[in-house]
């Protein structure tokens, strides 16, 4: 669906016309929007994510920011990594591998996004492959009553992986449905997506659906001018050998996904399934870099989610059951490099830039890999919580999760595919599978993990809370890991209170960091330990009146056994090792300050400093300075715009990186809302990066540019509750 200015204008004026009458008629104190929560009320939002039990957000035992549903239709957000950047601390790049968004928290992040935790209602959703969630998970916000994060480790309660920081994606329930709501949005890069909701009571059920379809061409202005394969056709051009470079061209950024979710529950039961199907996403800058218009990654993935909980059947006593299955199935056909590449191939079978032997081959078909990864996650948790002794909440738990995954590969070059020896001239489309060899890049991997937590919630005296817990963790593959934590509350006074946290974490290493093999430049280790990491804060939160909030957070951190990927000169080649040490500080300020009924300001100031104690040298990628802004004018009682800022600064590069430095960037962004118009319809239009600000973000190496972030975009949104 191709929409242009003049016809978005030319709607956006109907609506506004005809809803004027019927939004100045409707008694304002009815409606539950953006201003209907002061700062100081936001505040005392409550969350569980930092213990388990619910605590006012300011109280909590944690550095814990919440996002609410109406804060995401506010700003216009319609995937997760824009809610994300809101927050302070934590920014949206792209990794180099996938181009999926990466998240980097208070200067902490890799290339695979696997230091961040993401946990759907309290489940974990993150997969042992990379460490991190599924490519193309981007999760809608359609279906999302509220977002929370902690800034800071949490593998005290959640073990493996909450090592920077956890963010917890929390579903709708039938009661913040509450009836059936049906919705379509429409914008540029022919993207569409519709959804449906209902919520209700049956026999003593709280129930919520949700199905959401989500389809975009891709964003044509994200183009590439030179790629992985114009640096090899450079070489080659001496040998009379034309370009295979498809670059000047576009970033394959199409996709679509099909999001449902199931929600019941009752006294003792909270039973939940959420499914991702139909998942098609093209391979943004290409699996190697050299740009594929037409490879491709599809498949789906499915969480079942059942509690129990005994709750009031005993006095001191409260007994928890948790189960859940992840289950993931992806499959990826990618053209490596494109149609008509000539690459040199060594005596081994396997492309090979390092080697003089090599010999060239042309491959008319592209050089191919198929790839598809199976994994299964089962995992039960049992857990109590005992009330018996004055001001203390103890609670202990003990789980077992089991971790598996199955590969298929098959290629058209590579180890075992081909004779180095006595190379062909020419390679065709013919695939070869090497499932299960030692051909293959990943063979099957399975691991058991058991965990024990303990936790005491002791409040010491009306105005002082203490939190302390331990959690024990052991890893088949790797061992056993101890990770403590400690955080203590001083409400100084009715507006100001202040915690002091300390937590240890640790990330597991992923079973590709494991287990890779038969890559030219690349092998896994399968004597990785875990990276680990200690952190300290001091955090004020002061509320002088209802209107008004502000937070300061000031934060140390240690990081050891950092995996990294030295390269052998000896060898040539480079493999996964503990050999990285990083030390970060900071401090993040958040303001939010409603002037008035009409207007909200709100924002947040985020610097620190990171350095790699090898190198001496600040860590590359990583915004040293980062602010956001948001300004909210409700122009009429049902109508409001919001504006909104996200500056990034202060980024550096890698010595080894020629390319040009990273530049500060900006987007700027709009967003219209009326809410509740005749009572039922709600619509929204939003410009995204308004000004169409040239963003770029680091690429991998071997690409000699770096990745363009979106363009301008708008979309057109409504829906309809009844």
């Known amino acids: 669906m191709n929409l242009n200015w003049a016809s978005a204008c030319v709607c956006l004026a109907v609506v506004l016309m005809l809803s004027t009458t019927a939004s100045y008629a409707a008694p304002e104190e009815d409606m539950e929007d953006f201003f209907s929560m002061s700062p100081a009320e936001l505040a005392e939002t409550s969350v569980s994510i930092a213990s388990g039990t619910p605590r006012p957000n300011f109280r909590s035992a944690g550095s814990t920011s919440v996002i609410t549903a109406e804060q995401i239709k506010t700003m216009g957000a319609t995937e997760l990594?824009?809610?994300?950047e809101t927050v302070p601390g934590i920014h949206a790049s792209l990794q180099p591998i996938t181009n999926d968004y990466n998240y980097s928290v208070r200067g902490i992040g890799n290339k695979t996004n696997s230091q961040i935790l993401i946990l759907l209602n309290g489940t974990r959703i993150t997969t042992p492959f990379r460490g991190t969630t599924e490519s193309g998970l981007d999760l809608p916000v359609a279906a999302i009553q509220r977002v929370e994060v902690i800034r800071g480790p949490g593998s005290a309660v959640y073990g493996a992986d909450a090592f920077a920081g956890v963010i917890n994606v929390v579903t709708k329930k039938g009661k913040d449905i509450n009836g059936t709501q049906l919705g379509v949005r429409a914008g540029n890069w022919d993207s569409q997506s519709g959804w449906g909701q209902y919520g209700d009571q049956w026999a003593g059920w709280d129930i919520a659906t949700s199905l959401q379809y989500q389809h975009s061409a891709g964003d044509g202005g994200r183009i590439l001018n030179a790629d992985t394969q114009s640096g090899i056709d450079q070489g080659m051009a001496s040998m009379g050998i034309p370009p295979a470079s498809l670059a000047?061209?576009?970033?394959?950024?199409?996709?679509?996904?099909?999001?449902?979710?199931?929600?019941?529950?009752r006294k003792h039961w909270n039973i939940g399934f959420w499914a991702l199907n139909g998942l098609d996403i093209g391979t943004r800058a290409g699996a190697a870099g050299a740009l594929d218009p037409t490879g491709n990654a599809d498949g789906s993935q499915y969480l079942g989610d059942f509690r129990f909980s005994t709750e009031d059947w005993f006095d001191d006593w409260e007994f928890l059951a948790h189960l859940s299955y992840l289950h993931s199935d992806v499959a990826a056909r990618v053209n490596i490099f494109p149609d008509n590449a000539v690459l040199p191939i060594n005596s081994k079978g396997d492309i090979d830039f390092q080697s003089t032997g090599s010999f060239p081959v042309i491959f008319p078909n592209g050089v191919i890999d198929d790839v598809r990864h199976i994994q299964r996650i089962p995992a039960i948790e049992l857990g109590s919580v005992y009330k018996g002794l004055d001001n203390h909440l103890l609670r202990l738990s003990a789980g077992v999760r089991y971790e598996e995954i199955e590969v298929h590969h098959l290629s058209n070059y590579g180890f075992g595919v081909l004779n180095g020896n006595q190379p062909p001239l020419v390679v065709d489309g013919t695939l070869t599978d090497v499932t299960g060899t030692q051909f293959a890049f990943l063979n099957d991997i399975?691991?058991?993990?058991?965990?024990?937590?303990?936790?005491d919630e002791w409040q010491i005296a009306n105005d002082w809370h203490l939190t302390a817990g331990v959690r024990y963790d052991y890893y088949s593959d790797f061992g056993s890991t101890v990770n403590p934590r400690l955080a203590l509350a001083w409400d100084i006074s009715e507006q100001l209170t202040s915690k002091f946290l300390y937590g240890k974490a640790f990330r597991a290493p992923s079973?590709?960091?494991i287990g890779t093999q038969?890559?030219?430049?690349?092998?896994?280790n399968n004597m990785l330990k875990p990276e680990t990491i200690n952190t300290v804060e001091w955090a004020f939160d002061y509320r002088p009146?209802?209107?008004f909030r502000s937070t300061l957070n000031l934060f140390y951190y240690h990081i050891d056994d950092l995996i990294t990927t030295p390269?052998?000169?000896?060898?040539?080649?480079?493999?996964?090792?503990n050999m990285g040490n990083?030390?970060?500080?900071?401090?993040?300020?958040?303001?939010?300050?409603?002037?008035?009924?009409?207007?909200?300001?709100?924002g947040n100031y985020a610097w620190q400093y990171s350095r790699n104690d090898q190198t001496k040298m600040r860590v590359s990628g990583v915004p040293e300075h980062h602010v956001y802004f948001a300004a909210t004018w409700q122009f009429m009682p049902k109508w409001h715009i919001q504006s909104q800022l996200n500056w990034i600064g202060g980024r550096t590069s890698d010595l080894e990186d020629r390319r040009s430095p990273m530049k500060d960037y900006e987007t700027i962004d709009f967003t219209l809302r009326g809410r509740k118009l005749w009572e039922h319809l709600n619509f929204s239009a939003s410009l995204r990066n308004a000004f169409d600000a040239n963003n770029l973000e680091s690429a991998r190496s071997e690409i000699p540019v770096n990745l363009p972030l979106p363009g301008r975009s708008f979309y057109l949104e409504a829906s309809v509750d009844f």
């Open 567 to 577: 390269f052998d000169n000896k060898q040539s080649i480079s493999q996964y090792k």
């Open 446 to 455: 399975s691991r058991t993990i058991g965990s024990l937590m303990l936790q």
């Open 545 to 547: 009146f209802s209107s």
């Open 81 to 84: 990594h824009e809610v994300l």
């Open 248 to 265: 000047p061209g576009q970033m394959n950024t199409r996709f679509k996904s099909l999001n449902s979710h199931l929600n019941l529950q």
């Open 518 to 524: 038969n890559n030219p430049v690349l092998f896994g």
């Open 582 to 602: 990083q030390d970060g500080y900071g401090t993040e300020l958040e303001l939010n300050w409603q002037l008035s009924e009409q207007w909200n300001l709100a």
């Open 511 to 513: 079973f590709l960091e």
